[in-house]
């Protein structure tokens, strides 16, 4: 999106150079990253900085609201309601699909929100890594306001919140075998917080215990990154601990916000960033361009059970009683922006925000971007094509 960056960045590319980028990545923490990291990075330019942080605090206006608990207590299921509620989310995520409007200017649409942590360890070192490999201007940066040095002691503390590292743990079923272990590897390199299974968690009374190296230990805070849909799928698993027990714990990521900060959220906030997006239950008649919205069920993660091509008879499917847990949002399309040697590649960014609990609003701190050929953003729409995947933004100066 900037000439002057992308043209350097493209002559300075090579598929020999990508082979050892990807090799320095698979091997600096001896596991090999099961998902696509895309060829290029994204450059973005001021004006589209200028907007998406414009409508990202319109986002955050609404987040902040007095009344926001009560707006969202229905998004919330009842059997999945966790005690202990924070004030607020630690962590937000906001998810940008990148068009072009009537102007033929580029805009920000968001496309989903959550109140959940992301790729925060990931996202730095893949940074650093692109830097190393490949031709990145000095004085773009892909955190805001932060050398990678502060971003770093920013996240441990935020994590740690004055605990020693043994008494924190990151929450997760099985997590070495997720795709996002390596960010939970990074994590732990950067702060010393150990990705703990949920099932081999032990509890006594409201404390729990997890066991390192033949020791049994205390645990007074967790880093959340369990998802409530895959656990209650889990029907393997055999539990002593279940999130929704009260417990002696701190939350670093409190279960409730994924909920109450998701697509449910997003019909409830206007601007020209954000598109027609409303409850599937407020429709007395349904549209009559269908061809031009996109089905969402409330409670999934990573885009499963979302209907592309909606019909009628999707819609007319859904018990009435059930209508209140699905969206109809207006169909983003997706310009190709970014300049591949084969062609144009589409993408999406998404930024990460973090809230103390000393501060009145979250504060930026880094981002994602995923590079897309396909008709959606995902791993099934780019299979088998070249310039797409993970990856970072690097933003132009101010």
Request: aromatic share 12%.
């Amino acid at each position: 999106m900037i000439p002057f960056a992308r043209n350097q960045f493209n002559k300075s590319f090579s598929e020999k150079k990508y082979q050892e980028f990807l090799t320095d990545l698979n091997q600096s923490f001896h596991h090999t990253i099961p998902f696509r990291v895309a060829e290029s990075p994204v450059f973005v330019g001021h004006d589209l900085k200028k907007k998406i942080l414009t409508v990202s605090d319109q986002i955050i206006d609404f987040i902040v609201r007095h009344d926001f608990k009560k707006i969202t207590n229905r998004a919330i299921p009842e059997n999945l309601f966790v005690p202990n509620e924070t004030a607020h989310t630690l962590f937000l995520a906001l998810d940008f699909a990148i068009v072009k409007n009537e102007e033929g200017e580029l805009d920000p649409q968001l496309i989903e929100m959550q109140g959940f942590p992301s790729l925060f360890g990931w996202q730095d070192f893949l940074g650093a890594k692109f830097r190393e490999h490949f031709s990145i201007p000095e004085n773009y940066s892909n955190h805001f306001g932060l050398s990678r040095k502060a971003y770093q002691d920013q996240l441990t503390k935020i994590l740690l919140n004055g605990h020693d590292p043994k008494n924190v743990v990151l929450l997760e079923i099985d997590p070495l075998k997720q795709n996002t272990a390596i960010d939970f590897l990074i994590t732990e390199k950067l702060t010393g917080v150990s990705p703990v299974d949920i099932a081999s968690i032990e509890r006594k009374g409201k404390n729990l215990f997890y066991k390192k190296n033949g020791e049994k230990i205390l645990i007074r805070r967790i880093y959340n990154r369990v998802i409530f849909d895959e656990l209650v799928k889990r029907k393997d698993l055999k539990l002593n601990f279940n999130l929704t027990e009260e417990v002696e714990v701190e939350w670093a990521g409190h279960p409730n916000w994924f909920f109450r900060i998701s697509k449910f959220t997003m019909p409830f906030i206007k601007s020209p960033f954000i598109p027609e997006c409303k409850f599937l239950s407020e429709y007395k008649t349904f549209p009559s361009d269908l061809e031009n919205y996109v089905l969402k069920p409330l409670f999934s993660f990573s885009g499963s059970g979302v209907i592309f091509h909606v019909k009628s008879s999707d819609l007319e499917a859904i018990p009435d009683s059930e209508r209140g847990n699905f969206l109809l949002q207006r169909k983003i399309q997706y310009e190709p922006i970014i300049q591949a040697p084969d062609g144009l590649v589409k993408t999406e960014i998404r930024l990460l925000f973090v809230w103390d609990e000393n501060q009145a609003r979250p504060t930026l701190m880094t981002n994602l971007a995923r590079l897309s050929r396909g008709e959606m953003i995902g791993v099934k729409f780019n299979k088998d094509k070249t310039w797409v995947g993970g990856s970072v933004c690097f933003f132009e100066p101010d």
